[in-house]
């Protein structure tokens, strides 16, 4: 009988345990993080940059696979340009597609690997220089205020700038 008991036991604990790590299969999926596009709209500070993504048709791009760096201007450093000036560029979307892509790196570049770079070539082919000054890093004349905003395809450095490329 205690033979009995004991193999009787054996069974329940290794079908429990089998069952146990059957659910595994089943457990939830977490959920993805979001997209580049989807972690600057949900921020507020980058509409005017959202809204030239999708003038110039790169929205789906950004929302792609990546992995990207997007080195994104606010909505004060639109402000900063010239009077009219988006309103011209939003009606030149060749030129607002090469500034767009000037502020993208392929590959997620985070904060610790830009200190130690001196440029970064943009996927419009342009080169950006990068630059360590007052304790922070600037690219080209912009200074980087927010660094590694992570999402699923890629991360994201603010700046206090809009990134124009060499003529």
């Known amino acids: 009988m205690k033979k009995l008991l004991v193999s009787l036991l054996l069974v329940v604990f290794a079908g429990a345990f089998t069952f146990a790590a059957g659910l595994e299969e089943y457990a939830p999926m977490p959920e993805p993080q979001p997209d580049i596009i989807e972690v600057a709209v949900s921020d507020g500070r980058f509409t005017t940059l959202a ?30 340009l010239p009077a009219g000036t988006v309103e011209a560029l939003l009606n030149d979307i060749p030129t607002l597609t090469d500034i767009l892509l000037y502020h993208v790196v392929s590959g997620k570049v985070m904060a610790a690997d830009v ?9 419009n082919g342009d080169s950006i220089s990068i630059s360590l000054a007052g ?20 991360v994201i450095h603010v700046i206090d700038s809009v990134l124009l490329p060499p003529q």
Do not use: R, W, Y
């Not at 809204?51 to 997007?70: C, S």
């Open 51 to 80: 809204a030239a993504l999708g003038a110039a048709g790169l929205v789906e791009t950004l929302q792609g696979e990546g992995p990207f760096t997007v080195f994104a201007p606010t909505d004060d450093a639109f402000a900063k």
């Open 115 to 123: 200190v130690g770079l001196s440029s970064a070539n943009a996927v």
């Open 135 to 154: 304790g922070g890093v600037k690219l080209n004349d912009s200074n980087v205020i927010i660094t590694d905003i992570e999402a699923e395809n890629g």
